[in-house]
């Protein structure tokens, strides 16, 4: 199996920072083969902010990577398209980012840690603590095995048992998006 490179709810993984303060509670992931798009939907941006020093290191990353023109990590040189749209949830409460990225063939899909097994199907390493789940993949072993001619999504909720001494420094990221957006 390849290396997993990308985390996909640890936010500055896509732009290249290597010690990324912002995550997602939750990711949703959705491949589509015919369309060669991985659309990455993360849910409730947040940080464990313990001091001010965090709170400028937060605020300074998410007001960079905001920018329209913030490069993309190198890793993903070869997608052919790559979109990003930072929003704020329906019920007003968190913010989100939508990435959209296309990729020319299912070896892109490696910079995910997502390849094609020896039966042909897709497929990723699983990580407990990631709280992977999916509907359209099968988990064998230590792998989650989804169709490669067909769209799949799996959903990561790595927070899910974020030790009480961090969680009560969790910080919603949309007051933060708000003061940079005025």
């Known amino acids: 199996m390849e ?3 990308i985390l996909f709810f640890v936010i ?14 939750k990711a949703t992931v959705t491949v589509d083969p015919e369309a060669k798009t991985i659309t990455v939907l993360q849910e409730n941006l947040i940080s464990i902010i313990q001091n001010e020093s965090d709170s ?9 990577i905001t920018q329209p023109n913030y490069p993309w990590s190198s890793e993903f040189a070869n997608f052919s398209k ?12 968190t913010l989100n980012l939508k990435l959209t990225l296309t990729y020319t063939t299912a070896n892109d899909l490696k910079t995910f840690g997502i390849n094609k097994n020896s039966d042909g199907k897709f ?13 359209d993949g099968i988990l064998s072993e230590r792998y989650w095995n989804f169709e490669a001619n067909k769209p799949f999504t799996f959903t990561e909720e790595p927070l899910t048992e974020m030790p009480e001494k961090y969680r009560k420094f ?13």
Not at 174 to 179: A, G, I, N, R, V
Request: charged share 25%; with cysteine.
């Open 3 to 5: 290396e997993i490179k």
């Open 12 to 25: 500055g993984t896509f732009f290249g920072i290597n010690q990324s303060n912002i995550i997602a509670e």
């Open 56 to 64: 400028l290191n937060v605020m300074n990353e998410l007001e960079k």
């Open 82 to 93: 790559k979109e990003k749209c930072f929003f704020i949830s329906e019920d007003t409460q």
């Open 123 to 135: 497929s990723m390493t699983n990580f407990p603590k990631a709280h992977t789940k999916s509907t």
């Open 170 to 182: 969790q910080m919603n990221l949309l007051p933060y998006w708000k003061s940079i957006k005025r």
